[in-house]
């Protein structure tokens, strides 16, 4: 009887090994299932993403660029969710993405597959890997991604309109380029002669290009009554382009308009229930997109029921497309300064929640960011202007690289130089400051040191390039602090990301 149980217990272990889905099945099918299949919702309109894959990987073959994309990112998905961690699936994604990349190069030398929907499709996918499976801070490999999709789409033209996948692949490619550069091309050329299509992205691409000349003014425009007209002209643009998405949003299908379903109540530092602004508003949603439901008497479900109907209509587990287009609004919210400590630290941790449970890695790496905006582009657009602290005369005086009764110069003691006697320089560029004259040197922060061996006084710099080295010296130390700050002391990659956003 023993040995009959024992050998009963053997063949339901072999069968169930011999039952078990290989995780290279499991990985593509848990990937449709989370983004590509629309989320279900009382009223049949949820939404999906990556819509376009579905056919092509019909046709796709095996060891075609875009099968290979597909898998590492799948499988990729897979590996970061926290019951998936710890069986080796880290690795095996990081090598199909290795191999992906050389599939897609490949595809892109070859005149036949270059401008192919498969090609354009596998671009997309291995972009939307650096989302998914964070290895770095840095942004470039998303980058780099994002530009040889916006490449193929101008050589694919615009007869890539014609078809549902062509034009779908198409506007995630507008996604990708109006959240990172000015439109290569201009709005006309990404147009897609559908009206209702055109009004938006005439939009977008003109919310990025006014985002770049704001950067571009900010870092080299002087402080003059001609430049704040300008300045004017921004805000004025601006205000025009929030009417306009008003309309827009005006204008959206009854089941796409925002609407109050229910209140979300426990959010530290803020009244949810009168949702007097963006932040507030944005918190009260993101329950709502992190598998909140709201059940027949009115009150919000959270928990997994008991009961398979009851969990169709009260509760659905957080969807991972519903987490990756959260995901931006909370950084965005988190960023401002508007926002309270507590608001703040709640916003962070649904960010931590969609990197480590959701698994999208990226969103980990937002809520590690410090930022606070408009504050820190004050204090960006104030560093070129600082006078040098007592500290730092004092300081350079013991250097010997200030002379505070120097009168070898062409202005007077009572007729200092000012800022409408030195050549107008970008304020946050003194790195472009001249050199110092002859038989002088420059360190790593810009100071002149004096000349050795060659005769010349142990001070040679004038009053205007004393000026300019200790108003560098300040530049570089506040943009080191300021740098730190908005990183979180997270590393030199973060700093580099920083770096870029606030143009320093």
Partial sequence: MQDTSSSRLAMMLSTSEALSVPIE????????????????????????????????????????????????????????????????????????????????????????????DQTLAAILMLGFFETVLTQSNSAQAWYSHADGAIQVVRMRGKKQLRTKIGRSMFLVTINCMTASKVPVGGAEWWCTDSPDEDFITRLNIAVVTLRSEIHAALAAW????????????????????????????????????????????????????????LITDTIASIPFFLGWRVGQGGDLTAGEPSNGDARSKNFLSP?????????????????????????????????????????????????????????????RDNMGHAAPTPEMLAAAVTRGVYAPNSHSHSHSASNPPTNETITPQS?????????????????????????????????????LQQRQAMQKEAYEKERASLLKKASNSQGDAVEMLAAKFLAV
Wanted: charged share 15%.
């Fill in 25 to 116: 099945q499991q990985a593509p099918c848990f990937f449709v299932t989370n983004f590509i299949l629309p989320s279900s919702d009382t009223r049949g309109t949820g939404t999906g993403h990556f819509d376009y894959l579905a056919p092509l990987m019909k046709t796709a073959g095996l060891d075609s660029p875009l099968s290979i994309a597909f898998q590492a990112v799948a499988m990729a998905a897979l590996a970061n969710r926290p019951n998936s961690r710890g069986r080796g699936l880290l690795p095996k994604a990081m090598g199909q993405y290795a191999k992906a990349l050389k599939a897609t190069n490949l595809a892109l030398q070859n005149p036949a597959q270059q401008k192919s």
């Fill in 427 to 463: 304020p946050f560029n003194p790195a472009s400051f001249p050199s110092a004259g002859p038989g002088t040197s420059q360190n790593n922060n810009g100071a002149a040191n004096p000349a050795q061996g060659q005769g010349q006084p142990l001070y040679t710099l004038n009053p």
């Fill in 222 to 277: 002087p402080r003059t009554p001609e430049y704040f007209q300008k300045v004017t002209e921004f805000i004025r643009r601006a205000r025009v382009m929030e009417k306009q998405y008003l309309q827009w949003e005006a204008l959206l299908p009854e089941h796409l308009k925002p609407k109050t379903i229910a209140w979300v109540d426990q959010i530290s530092g803020g009244d949810i229930t009168k949702a007097e602004d």
């Fill in 319 to 379: 969807s991972s497309v519903d987490a990756y287009f959260a995901m931006w609004p909370l950084f965005s919210i988190s960023a401002t300064d508007s926002i309270t400590d507590l608001q703040r630290a709640w916003v962070k941790g649904r960010l931590v929640f969609i990197g480590e449970v959701i698994g999208l890695s990226h969103a980990k790496v937002l809520s590690g960011f410090q930022l606070r905006l408009p504050s820190m582009i004050i204090r």
